[in-house]
């Protein structure tokens, strides 16, 4: 299978998938979502496979969620083959498959990016990695996974302060908040990712596959949340409010949302 937006690649036990489109800090498009989904179908099925490094290309992001870009362009996330933009069934691959999915987190990781990572089993970060969420900024949320699970992670008040504020957190402060597992030199975090891989692929593939289950099961109900939100956002990143955001941050402006304030 090729790919344009992303790399993948078997190495001993691990799938590595790679966000591949540095030139937008990684930001994912429908195609690149697309992508993503094919990828963690291929770990899925591989028997070799027995966990899935998702990372992204370069030093600066791992991945900085919509392409926002594209959104100020056409008003959405782009062309895909199946003509839908499915970052919820993403979401909901990364929890189901019956594998450990590692972060491998190497740069910026906010918005729809910072999601990602926060539903992946095990968050790792290189020393330089930054974390964030965006969408009050850039006229967008995440009422499902991204908001519901992070507070499960983090705890209610920081979940709340991170999405209300949308303040960017270093690698420590990730760490102190219990939003990744480890934090290492940026050179040493691929080499640390595989080596969590290699030590967890010595254990039971089927006690592991229950334990990943029985994790999930607590939270599987935000999936509704996220089916709902992700409805709300398609209409919400339309909407001029919406809009407003995207293309604020394409013109490298602060965004006037004063004119959509509509309390009822
Ligand atoms: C990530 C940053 C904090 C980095 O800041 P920094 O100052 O270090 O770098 P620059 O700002 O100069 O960025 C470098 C370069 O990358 C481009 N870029 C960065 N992020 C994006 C992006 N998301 N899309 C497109 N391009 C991006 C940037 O323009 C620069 O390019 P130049 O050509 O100008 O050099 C900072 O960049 C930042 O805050 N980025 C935006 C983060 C953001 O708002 N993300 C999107 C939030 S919305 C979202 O993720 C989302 C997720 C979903 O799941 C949805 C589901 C359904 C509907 C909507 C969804 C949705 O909107």
């Not at 740069?107 to 999601?115: D, E, I, L, R």
């Not at 009050?136 to 995440?142: A, L, Q, R």
């Not at 030199?185 to 990943?212: C, M, Y």
């Amino acid at each position: 299978m090729t790919f344009e937006d992303i790399t993948y690649a078997v190495e001993e036990t691990a799938a590595v998938i790679t966000i591949n489109r540095p030139d937008r800090y990684n930001a994912f498009r429908a195609k690149t979502v697309e992508e993503l989904i094919k990828a963690f179908r291929l770990a899925w099925a591989d028997k070799q496979v027995q966990s899935v490094i998702l990372t992204g290309a370069g030093e600066k992001a791992f991945c900085t969620g919509g392409d926002v870009k594209q959104r100020a362009e056409t008003g959405d996330y782009g062309p895909s083959e199946s003509g839908m933009f499915e970052i919820g069934n993403l979401h909901k691959l990364i929890r189901d498959i019956p594998k450990p999915v590692i972060a491998a987190v190497n740069g910026v990781a906010v918005g729809g990016g910072h999601v990602l990572h926060v539903l992946c089993d095990v968050s790792l970060a290189s020393e330089t990695a930054r974390f964030g969420q965006a969408g009050p900024k850039v006229g967008s949320f995440d009422a499902g996974f991204g908001s519901a699970y992070l507070a499960r992670v983090v705890g209610e008040k920081k979940a709340r302060e991170i999405w209300f504020w949308c303040r960017m957190y270093d690698a420590q402060e990730a760490l102190g908040m219990g939003l990744v597992n480890k934090v290492v030199p940026a050179d040493q975090l691929l080499k640390e990712a595989k080596e969590w891989a290699a030590e967890v692929a010595e254990k039971s593939p089927t006690a592991i596959r229950f334990l990943k289950q029985s994790f999930n099961a607590d939270t599987d109900h935000q999936a509704g949340y996220s089916n709902m939100a992700m409805t709300a956002l398609d209409m919400f990143t339309a909407s001029p409010e919406g809009l407003e955001g995207a293309a604020a941050f394409a013109e490298k402006r602060k965004p006037d949302f004063n004119q959509h304030v509509n309390w009822h």
